[in-house]
């Protein structure tokens, strides 16, 4: 479906999602290195008289050098973070493929409510005008009437009901494609859904497989471990070059 493309690459938040994946990838490149050197100049205003001589100025530059442990605890955290900022972008593609496919079936469901409704009400108005005509000629009562006026004014509240589903299921369809949500959308005349013959069991283990928030957990939970590595080790000194 051509709707799923768009939306893989107009969805809002698929593009957060990919900016923040981005994001975490650079930090975790520079986790292990070094911190920037300290460069310090110190200019007097008086001379002064050293055993090399007059000195005016004084020009220095240090180096911080934590603990390796530390670095690698940090670097292991960060890219673990990346790993799983990226498996939650993964799911949020898949939900929003997912979406995308029940709104438009969605909306072919709509669609045919309409249809049916519509063609409830035409019948119905025909069979009023009949009954009218009976009660003219006495074969009727009023009461039969009002019963198929009745019925006209409840699928005349359903029909409204289904333009309301269809307008906001539109809208909705419409902002998981990153558009306007009053961006026109015709909905579908006919569907040729092609249903796998998956078990119970089988969907479970699919999932439990291939799941990619199930991946963003177990990565999660190892990069806080590695961050409680990273507090543990921060309370040792740096050494100064």
Same mark, same amino acid.
């Given at each position: 479906?051509? $709707? %799923? ?23 975790? %490149? ?12 110190? #200019? ?40 799983? +900022? ?9 939900? #929003?493929?997912?979406? #995308? ?16 409704? %519509?063609?409830?009400?035409? $019948? ?9 005509? *009976? +009660? ?35 809208? $909705? ?5 990153? *558009?306007?949500?009053?961006?026109? +959308? ?43 590595? +990273?507090?543990? $080790? ?8």
């Amino acid at each position: 479906m051509a $709707l %799923e493309q768009i939306a893989l690459t107009q969805n809002p938040g698929l593009a957060r999602l990919k900016h923040s994946y981005g994001a975490a990838l650079a930090r975790s %490149e520079y986790a292990d290195k070094l911190p920037d050197p300290t460069v310090m100049t110190n #200019v007097f205003g008086n001379p002064l008289e050293t055993a090399a001589g007059s000195q005016r100025a004084n020009f220095t530059v240090s180096q911080a050098i934590p603990w390796l442990g530390r670095l690698n605890a940090r670097e292991q955290s960060q890219v673990l973070e990346a790993l799983a +900022v990226h498996a939650e972008f993964r799911a949020a593609r898949l939900r #929003v493929v997912a979406d #995308v496919r029940s709104a438009w079936f969605r909306l072919f469901v709509i669609a045919r409510q309409i249809d049916t409704t %519509e063609a409830n009400q035409e $019948l119905l108005e025909s069979l009023i005008e009949v009954a009218n005509a *009976r +009660v003219a000629t006495g074969a009727a009562t009023q009461g039969d009437v009002l019963l198929g006026t009745l019925e006209l004014s409840r699928l005349e509240e359903q029909l409204l009901t289904y333009r309301q589903q269809e307008i906001s299921t539109k809208a $909705l369809l419409n902002r998981l494609l990153g *558009r306007s949500a009053v961006v026109p +959308v015709d909905s579908p005349d006919e569907l040729n859904p092609s249903l796998p013959e998956w078990t119970h069991p089988m969907l479970v283990d699919l999932a439990l497989a291939h799941q990619p928030e199930i991946d963003a957990a177990r990565l999660r939970t190892q990069a806080s471990q590695w961050g409680i590595e +990273v507090a543990r $080790l921060s309370r040792r000194p740096d050494f100064m070059l």
